[in-house]
């Protein structure tokens, strides 16, 4: 059953963040979290949905390409893998190119030397990456720009100079801008508060006119949902409207997608840029 809603209009832009859960081969902790198993549920959910932008995480390659071709001929995907030569999960971008023009894009190491891939911040276990794209919306002329992120689970200050970085990039950005991905931390953490203190960015899942599920603890596990941490993360810059959001729950096939649940918004873009300053 689609979340999208039969209501909305034409120019409102849906975007959707979703860890896709890396394919871990042989080494699934169980049936329901192989790729194998997986990976038409994945397809079904987004041919169910169908958003505009979509921000994916821990997505290898062979994901990557699986999702994108699963989203269809007129879907384009930017970004790499996180590895010193663009291997390994990556945080993708894939964006329905009928309706948008890519203006720009980046990646960024989430570390000291965010130009060197492959390097780290401190502490963390692995290289972690932000993904940022300068979108043309060629139905009502907006421009915005997008970030996909995966901040780290384990290190406190790893995430907190990854934060650092997301809030800097957003703060020197002229457009309006939404930040999606999986931050490994809930909504009243330390990094979160940090995130979201300076006013530059809101929350959307609050921010949103409708939210038409429950607040879901967004790493399922591939359990029933329950109400719960929410470390999957839709945040906009004052300046976009959040028509509506949710977290989906849905089941395709028997089974989940992911080990994550995804969350999906609907968006209101202004029509000129604004500059946060």
Not at 132 to 153: A, M
Not at 169 to 186: I, L, R, T
């Amino acid at each position: 059953m689609s979340l999208r809603g039969d209501d909305e209009q034409a120019a409102s832009l849906r975007v959707m963040t979703f860890n896709l859960r890396r394919d871990m081969g042989d080494w699934s902790w169980c049936r329901a979290d192989r790729w194998s198993v997986r990976k038409h549920r994945v397809a079904a959910l987004l041919d169910t949905e169908r958003p505009a932008v979509l921000a994916a995480q821990e997505a290898l390659q062979r994901q990557a390409h699986f999702v994108r071709s699963s989203l269809g001929a007129g879907y384009g995907c930017l970004g790499r893998g996180r590895g010193k030569n663009g291997s390994g999960e990556g945080c993708p971008v894939f964006y329905d190119a009928e309706r948008l023009e890519v203006l720009d894009w980046q990646q960024f190491m989430l570390s000291e030397t965010p130009q060197e891939a492959g390097s780290r911040f401190g502490g963390a276990l692995f290289p972690r990456i932000m993904v940022s794209v300068e979108f043309r919306d060629r139905v009502s002329g907006s421009q915005f720009c997008f970030v996909n992120t995966h901040l780290d689970p384990l290190s406190r200050r790893a995430r907190l100079r990854s934060i650092e970085m997301i809030r800097a990039h957003v703060a020197s950005n002229k457009e309006p801008v939404v930040v999606a991905g999986d931050f490994n931390a809930g909504p009243h953490s330390e990094a979160m508060t940090a995130l979201l203190e300076n006013g530059h960015l809101i929350d959307a899942w609050h921010a949103a006119e409708k939210r038409t599920t429950p607040e879901y603890a967004t790493y399922a596990r591939y359990r029933p949902p329950q109400i719960g941490r929410r470390i999957d993360w839709i945040m906009t810059t004052p300046e976009i409207r959040v028509d509506s959001i949710a977290i989906n729950a849905a089941q395709f096939d028997g089974g989940w997608p992911s080990d994550h649940l995804p969350v999906q918004a609907t968006l209101d873009l202004p029509s000129r840029a604004v500059t946060h300053d």
